[in-house]
């Protein structure tokens, strides 16, 4: 390569990462519009979670296919893109495999495993093609993913193929130069090619020159398509490749099926049941302090760690399909609650970079203009879609958060459950009995 090659280099270096690191700050930012939430606790605990479920991909082999597949793809994008290291030091200095030397004999090992790791991580691309759109499974063809969704699944399994095979290409050149004598010396013999050795010989007969331009023209277009491909995360449900580990780290820990108390409410409840207490000796309300919301009809309303979640959604369906009321034909779909969330948030993120850093009402909330209480009330808050979740997503956590609001701030909950709680209320029991006669239900039995 020449300087000026190295330069081009450095300057595309610098403005794929810039706008790599700025759309991260897009998304701190847009995580932290949530409330905050204490998720700092039993740290030992978090991390194991995080390495077992996280890097070690545990929950995804539930369903073993998908999840020996997915593991694939998942080791061959991390370990082969190790000797992204080496290609940028190349790039920015001229250099050709300026490890080989340091590494010796390790190095034809790493080249070997990279190549082989490549290869089926093109058969696993391949057979997640298939899946999605030829056998068609049932969980990505919903609604939910018709258009960019959709397409951004594929689009995903189209980039990873290409570059594989643009790896592969690349050293399949680099294998045939290194054996051709002359002004190519600099392709000094390293590395070991139990695949692209398949390749080199597309190359026999061809003029060494030609040779040496193929070499530049796969090597630039891995490099950049990999830049391409590490700035399209931020628009691409691919993002989990990162947030899993954070995500996973911060999941809560209690036992599935216990919910929070509203700490507002609590506060009433203890008041209301302690004799000593003296309701007037609260102290009085700051008029500049914006009253609490009970639930949250809004991003704005949740917690960070729930904001967190719906960046780290996967799309991947376990949830939905795992879903009861999903399965009998009613409107919810967690993973639409997932992907409206994120959709919600972003809207608002735009409206705060129009806007100069502040957020101007723009008349829409997450809640019904996003999400119906039609999907709400649908759920039977069995947790069947935070068990399946392979990166400890908890959809069911904002469906309740939602319903609270709906219950607490509007009074508009269903018709049926307005009477249980009216039962409640004076009868002490979800039955229309009076006090006297609540347990005569028994009698019917």
Known sequence: MSYLDNILFAIIL???FGYFISNIKKIYRNVNLGIDVDRKDNSKLRWRNMAMIALGQSKMVKRPIAGVLHIIVYAGFVIINIELLEIIIDGLFGTHRIFAPFLGGFYDVLI??????ALLVIVAVTVFWIRRNVIKLKRFINPDLNGFPKNDANYILYFETILMFLFLFMNASDLHLQNVSGGYSHFVKAGSFPVSQFLAPLFNGVNSDLVALFYELFWWLHIVGILIFMNYLYYSKHLHILLAFPNTYFADLKPLGKFDNLEAVTKEVKMMMDPNA???????????????????????????VQLLNAYTCTECGRCTSACPANITGKKLSPRKIMMDTRDRMEEVGKNIDANKGVFVP????????????????????CNACVEECPVSISPLSIIMDMRRYLVMEQSAAPGTLNAMMTNVENNGAPWPYNQQDRLNWKNEI
């Open 362 to 381: 723009d008349n829409k909330t997450l809640l019904n203009d996003y999400i119906t209480p039609e999907e709400l009330w649908a759920c039977t808050s």
């Open 112 to 117: 070997a495993s990279f190549e082989i790791l």
């Open 14 to 16: 610098i403005i794929a």
């Open 278 to 304: 003296d309701p007037f000796a609260a102290p009085a309300a700051d008029a500049n302090e914006v009253p609490a919301k009970f639930g949250a009809s809004d991003i704005q309303d949740l917690n960070w």
